[in-house]
């Protein structure tokens, strides 16, 4: 079946770029997503990105897909202590409304 | 806009007593809501699937006698934990979202489930 699957924590440096990694197995992905949760908060979609697409820029976030590998990427330029939280990849097949495969979550610390 | 919202943000209650969990979608009506599970340090497990109208989608292992959605509207869907255990404590999340586009799916602030 399809699996999606994140490191499970990260901790940078306020300042420093941060850069989440996932992989997933499902070949018909259509798009993929990268969601924010905060502590004991719901998701927050981040930025999304179509399987038919490579990279993707949005301010401080560039998402990296490498179709062929199954490999996605989130990288967050100059990141901030507010960008502590965990995230989530997700990803979705193809059609009608399908449901969202998550990965565990990344734990992201940033440290002073 | 897209705002998703849920009632009681927590609760707590006796094991053996049954909790009804709401999800509105508030500036938009939804094509379709979903139920997730999440336990601590874990990733959101989705339970069923539910369009307006129709019976809800579970997942596989979850029992729908035990976690019954009611889906009566386009802005509203309903969980209620039958019978609770203190097993069932979790973190419930709903989304909320419109067929086409990005198949973008709208979250809601998550209700804490207590049983004790």
């Known amino acids: 079946g399809e699996d999606v699957e994140q490191s499970l924590f990260l901790s940078v440096r306020e300042g420093d770029s941060s850069v989440i990694n996932c992989t997933y197995t499902?070949?018909?992905?259509?798009?993929l997503y990268w969601y924010k949760q905060e502590p004991g908060a719901g998701l927050q979609l981040l930025t999304y990105?179509?399987?038919?697409?490579d990279m993707k820029q949005d301010q401080r976030l560039t998402v990296l897909l490498n179709k062929k590998d199954k490999h996605l990427s989130l990288r967050i330029a100059d990141t901030q202590t507010g960008d502590s939280a965990i995230y989530f990849c997700?990803?979705?097949?193809?059609?009608?409304?399908?449901?969202?495969?998550f990965g565990a979550g990344t734990r992201l610390a940033v440290h002073p | 806009g897209a705002v998703v919202s849920q009632h009681p943000s927590w609760v707590i209650c006796k094991s053996g007593t049954s909790v009804k969990i709401e999800c509105r979608s508030l500036?938009?009506?939804?094509?379709?809501m979903f139920w997730y599970r999440q336990f601590p340090k874990q990733s959101l497990m989705l339970m069923a699937t539910?369009?307006?109208?129709?019976?809800?989608?579970?997942e596989q292992g979850v029992e729908k006698d035990k976690f019954l959605i009611n889906h009566a509207s386009l802005t509203l869907s309903t969980l209620t934990v039958t019978s609770a255990h203190p097993e069932d404590s979790s973190f419930y999340i709903c989304?909320?979202?419109?067929?086409?586009?990005?198949?973008?799916?709208?979250f809601g602030p998550g209700t804490r489930l207590t049983v004790l």
């Open positions: 499902d070949s018909s992905s259509t798009y």
């Open positions: 997700a990803e979705s097949s193809t059609g009608g409304y399908n449901k969202l495969i």
């Open positions: 539910s369009n307006e109208g129709s019976k809800a989608t579970y």
């Open positions: 990105i179509f399987s038919n697409m």
């Open positions: 989304s909320a979202g419109v067929a086409g586009g990005n198949n973008e799916q709208f």
């Open positions: 500036d938009f009506q939804a094509t379709t």
